[in-house]
């Protein structure tokens, strides 16, 4: 009976203590004495950008003059800019080699530089930009002889643009590497 006794001590003790430790946690853990507290603002401001993420060169391929058919191809630019942001218009110049006596572009080629290629850009068809819809290919109107209007930028990641070639038929060029390059402007 004494050993009985003694293990009620110790487990009413045992109880006593978790008790008062369980106590000891709730009042420390709930209250844990003086707190001070305070708000912080954030803040930021967004900036109206418009940057040309990327460029797809147009490659046309081979262009063989004879087979009384011109060659076709098609480039591509990202466009990145702040949502909302207004754009006025997008365009690209005539290279650098443009032909004094037409509208049309030219690509250099062999000859010490005498011999050009002339090829013609257009816009895409079925462009919107406000909607993030870059167009397709081919297209009709013409780079250099119309801006392509814009509007509000849609945002988000960019979307792709595409830049519509054609080498006209019945070129009379020499066999060999021709070659250009234009910029693309976006007016804001």
């Not at 060659?71 to 207004?86: E, V």
């Not at 013609?120 to 250099?144: I, K």
């Not at 910029?183 to 804001?188: A, K, L, P, S």
Request: contains cysteine; charged residues 10%; glycine residues 16%.
């Amino acid at each position: 009976m004494h050993v009985i006794k003694k293990h009620k001590h110790v487990l009413f003790l045992l109880f006593l203590l978790a008790a008062g430790f369980a106590g000891w946690v709730h009042t420390h853990a709930c209250n844990p004495g003086s707190l001070s507290s305070g708000t912080m603002g954030v803040s930021t401001s967004v900036t109206n950008n418009c940057k040309i993420k990327s460029i797809t060169n147009l490659a046309f391929g081979s262009y063989d003059p004879t087979l009384g058919t011109g060659a076709i191809g098609s480039g591509t630019f990202t466009l990145l800019c702040t949502k909302g942001m207004p754009v006025t218009n997008i365009d690209i110049d005539k290279g650098q080699h443009p032909s004094t006596t037409s509208i049309k572009r030219q690509m250099q080629g062999p000859g010490s530089g005498t011999e050009v290629l002339q090829y013609d850009l257009y816009q895409p068809a079925n462009f919107d930009y406000s909607g993030g819809t870059g167009g397709t290919c081919p297209g009709t109107v013409l780079w250099g002889g119309a801006v392509l209007a814009a509007g509000s930028s849609p945002g988000g990641v960019g979307f792709s643009i595409p830049v519509c070639g054609k080498i006209p038929a019945g070129s009379n060029v020499s066999a060999g590497s021709y070659a250009d390059q234009v910029t693309i402007t976006v007016n804001f």
